[in-house]
């Protein structure tokens, strides 16, 4: 968890004033994380602080705020009828354009009931800055103190289509994933592409393939299977730490077939997963694009479909 700060330009682009509501300290049960936050302005909201009444309030109050900013402390039981039993703290921030280009892009540390920067904060940033480490979200004698949040894991989807475009959207908003989308030319891609994913259009798709980063994920759906069996090719080749094809066992044996003709061992053939998802929720774009998030999140779910499709 960290500071959004692409989401929160975006959201200031798009709306001008915007409030940034962040959960800034947690005593007993919380419906959220310190650090999870929503965004509010005056006639809609995106993220979540959790809570149902909290959530609601709380961005009433946002719409409603004249301070730069400010701190609110709730009791969820007594104050909002809530079945958690503890109390939150908020932190409520006003950004504009000005306000967003002033933040820093690794570590965002500001005063919300203080002035002067504490020496708790000075070290806490020296250290950071020093070992590279990331802080925790936390908020530290009056001040709030959040890392830039950076999505962990690149991913790259192949392919434009129905699937394809079920998978953007389903796969966009996870926090920890930088999507890569790649097809054969603009018109393959919707008019609106969700948020944070990049857009390539490429006459030549394969010729990307050594652009990726060697940890990235792959998900190959193209419209042509000989465009995926050269990408798979591509791949093998290349490295990654995951890559999925669609496609049916029929066609899965045809392509380990042309891939072993092609000179890869079995055993590095076998490093991708075919199909992709889980088949139990059937061929429905949004079923597969489902199937495939659980996929991607549960480390090791890969080997354990393949094991239930061999069995």
Same mark, same amino acid.
């Given at each position: ?21 962040? !959960?800034?300290?947690?005593?007993? /049960? /919380?419906? @959220? ?8 302005? @005056?006639?809609?909201? /995106? ?24 701190? $609110? ?49 000075? @070290? ?131 392509? @380990? ?11 590095? !053939? ?39 499709? $061999?069995?």
């Amino acid at each position: 968890m960290g500071f959004d700060l692409e989401a929160l330009k975006t959201a200031v682009a798009e709306h001008g004033r915007v409030v940034r509501v962040v !959960i800034a300290a947690i005593k007993g /049960s /919380s419906p @959220r994380e310190v650090g999870a936050a929503m965004l509010v302005w @005056r006639d809609g909201q /995106s993220g979540t602080i959790g809570g149902g009444t909290l959530e609601y309030r709380a961005a009433e109050a946002a719409r409603r705020q004249t301070d730069p900013a400010r701190l $609110s402390h709730h009791a969820l039981g007594p104050d909002l009828g809530q079945c958690c039993g503890g109390a939150i703290t908020l932190v409520s921030e006003v950004y504009d354009a000005e306000a967003v280009a002033a933040l820093d892009d690794m570590v965002v540390a500001r005063p919300v009931a203080g002035a002067q920067m504490p020496l708790s904060i000075k @070290r806490l940033l020296a250290r950071s800055r020093g070992q590279g480490i990331a802080p925790e979200p936390q908020l530290i004698d009056g001040w709030m103190v959040e890392p830039v949040h950076k999505p962990a894991r690149g991913l790259w989807i192949w392919g434009a289509g129905h699937v394809g475009r079920a998978l953007a959207d389903v796969l966009a908003p996870l926090p920890d994933l930088a999507i890569t989308w790649i097809d054969t030319a603009p018109e393959r891609f919707p008019d609106t592409v969700p948020a944070g994913v990049t857009v390539v259009p490429a006459a030549k798709p394969a010729e990307l393939v050594r652009h990726a980063p060697r940890d990235a994920e792959h998900l190959v759906l193209t419209y042509s299977h000989s465009l995926d069996l050269e990408l798979c090719n591509r791949l093998l080749l290349h490295d990654f730490r995951f890559a999925g094809l669609i496609g049916s066992a029929t066609k899965w044996a045809r392509f @380990r077939s042309r891939l072993a003709a092609l000179g890869h061992p079995p055993e590095r !053939i076998g490093r991708i997963t075919c199909p992709i998802g889980d088949p139990a929720l059937g061929k429905h774009p949004q079923m597969i694009a489902v199937g495939v998030a659980a996929q991607l999140l549960r480390p090791g779910l890969e080997n354990e479909l393949k094991k239930d499709l $061999s069995a």
